[in-house]
C-alpha cells in the first residue's frame, strides 16, 4: 500500500495564497493526494502568518502548516498555536517558544508524521544546532509513526543536504525550504528518504524571489532600505509529489513540479 504525499513551497503573501487555492484544486484533481502539506511562514505581506490567514490556507485542503524565521513575525500567531495542532514551527527554537516543532495528522487510514526544522547558517534568526536535536525528535514522532515528512528551512543548498543525509532512512522525505528557487535535484536517497534541496515557492514567479524586480534592482543599486513591494504576476506553485511505502516508511518516488496559474494581468 502507497501514500501519497503533496508539499507546496513558501506561500509569499495574497498573490501566494491566491495561486494555492488554484494549484490545490488542481492538485486535488490530477493526484487526489493523501496529504497536503505547504510553508506559510511568508503568507502574510511576505512575512509571517495571522491565525486568519492560517484558515484561509488550511481551506484548501491543506493538512499542516510548517514555518520558519518569519514564524513569529506576526504578534497574533504566538497565542494561535495552542488553538491549532495542525500549524507548526521549527523544532529547534529556543525552549518556551510558543507551538511545537512536530505534529501527527490521519486521514484515509493513515497516519502522516510531519516535522519542521530551521538551519543555522546565514540565518538571521537564532536557532540551536539542528542536528544535535533531529534524532532525539524522530525518536518520539516514530512511536507514532514511520511515515514521516521533514520540511527543514535553511539558507545554504549544503546545510540542507548535509541535513538529508543525516535524516536518511529516518524519514520518509525530506524537503528544503526558504530560498524560493526550486532546485533541479529530487531523488532517493540510499536509506529510502526522498529528498529535494529546495521546493520553490508558491506565487507571483515574475519577481526577485516574490518581490517586484524594479524595488530589488533599487535596493542593489543604491544599498538603501528600499521597501520591496510583492509582485503579482506569473502567479506558480511549485512543490513535490511523493509516494511512500506505507509497509517500509520507505518513498518510492518524488516528483517535482510547477503549476502555473493564469491571470488577466499575464495575458
Known amino acids: 500500500m502507497s501514500m501519497r504525499v503533496v508539499f507546496i513551497g513558501d506561500v509569499v503573501g495574497e498573490p501566494g495564497r491566491e495561486t494555492l487555492k488554484s494549484a490545490a484544486a488542481t492538485i486535488q484533481e490530477r493526484w487526489s493526494p493523501d496529504f497536503l502539506i505547504v510553508n506559510g511562514e511568508n503568507a502574510a505581506g511576505g512575512a509571517g502568518l495571522t491565525p486568519r ?41 529556543p525552549q518556551g517558544t510558543p507551538g511545537t516543532g512536530w505534529t501527527i495528522v490521519q ?25 544535535l536535536g533531529i534524532r532525539r525528535l524522530l525518536d518520539e514522532v ?17 546545510e540542507k543536504i548535509a541535513m538529508a543525509h543525516e535524516v536518511d532512512g529516518l524519514v520518509s522525505v525530506i524537503v528544503g ?23 520553490g515557492f508558491c506565487g507571483a514567479h515574475h519577481s526577485v524571489i516574490g518581490r517586484q524586480v ?13 521597501k520591496m513591494n510583492l509582485a503579482r ?35
Open 142 to 158: 516514530r512511536k507514532e509513526t514511520q511515515l514521516i515528512l521533514y520540511d527543514f528551512h535553511a539558507e545554504t543548498t549544503s
Open 107 to 131: 486521514g484515509n487510514g493513515l497516519k502522516l508524521g510531519v516535522v519542521n526544522g530551521m538551519g543555522n547558517t546565514f540565518m538571521k534568526t537564532t536557532v540551536s544546532n539542528p542536528f
Open 214 to 226: 524594479a524595488d530589488v534592482l533599487d535596493r542593489y543599486r543604491t544599498q538603501l532600505p528600499t
Open 53 to 93: 490567514l492560517a484558515y484561509e490556507l488550511m481551506r484548501s485542503k491543506v493538512d499542516v502548516i510548517t514555518l520558519g524565521d518569519h514564524a513569529f513575525d506576526q504578534y497574533e500567531i504566538r497565542g494561535f498555536f495552542a488553538e491549532e495542532p495542525r500549524l507548526i514551527r521549527p523544532f529547534n527554537y
Open 233 to 267: 504576476t506569473g502567479l506558480q506553485a511549485d512543490g513535490v509529489l511523493v509516494e511512500i511505502d506505507t509497509g517500509s516508511g520507505k518513498a518510492t518516488q518524488i516528483e517535482r513540479f510547477q503549476i502555473k496559474v493564469e491571470t488577466p494581468a499575464d495575458e
Open 177 to 199: 525550504t526558504h530560498t524560493h528557487v526550486q532546485t533541479a535535484d529530487e531523488r532517493i536517497l540510499s536509506g529510502g528518504t526522498a529528498a529535494i534541496t529546495d521546493v
